[in-house]
């Protein structure tokens, strides 16, 4: 499978998990820390919910490059990053059809931007998580290798 035209980024596998895993850590405490209410802990329970009903249509034979966790991981450092560094905005006509966690990483951009960019400032390429392409991390093993 070829991933090539959205896989914008020079990083590895590897290096793209760790990116994903370092912001991921950054976020929880941004967002889990503000009120009784673990914010992002709960963002990414939802993301890991859905990316296992979306992982669930993948036929036995075909090999995942991803786990369960590490693509909910993915989705949510990927939504709140393209929320905070765009002007896109969920639409609410396209509730029925798309990841519902897209309007809770909304939610938290619009009320807590300044916290999580406080948390990413020591981390220079955050942006380079927009490159990262979900297709390629699903299709190649941590080595890089292409599964399909």
Not at 10 to 18: A, D, P, W
Not at 51 to 56: D, F, I, P, W
Not at 78 to 107: F, G, H, N, V
Not at 115 to 128: A, G, M, R, S, T
Request: aromatic share 12%.
């Amino acid at each position: 499978m070829q991933c090539k035209d959205t896989h914008k980024t020079n990083l590895s596998k590897k290096e793209c998990l760790e990116l994903i895993k370092k912001i991921d850590c950054r976020l929880t405490c941004a967002l889990d820390n503000i009120s009784w209410t673990a914010y992002y802990t709960n963002y990414l329970k939802d993301n890991v919910k859905e990316e296992k009903s979306h992982q669930g249509f993948k036929p036995d034979n075909i090999k995942n490059g991803l786990t369960v966790k590490e693509g909910g991981m993915f989705f949510s450092v990927y939504q709140i990053i393209e929320y905070l560094e765009t002007d896109k905005k969920p639409m609410l006509d396209s509730y029925l059809y798309c990841r519902k966690s897209i309007y809770m990483a909304y939610s938290l951009v619009a009320q807590y931007k300044e916290k999580i960019l406080e948390q990413l400032k020591d981390i220079p390429n955050y942006k380079e998580v927009l490159n990262i392409d979900y297709c390629y991390l699903t299709s190649h093993d941590n080595k890089g290798r292409e599964l399909y």
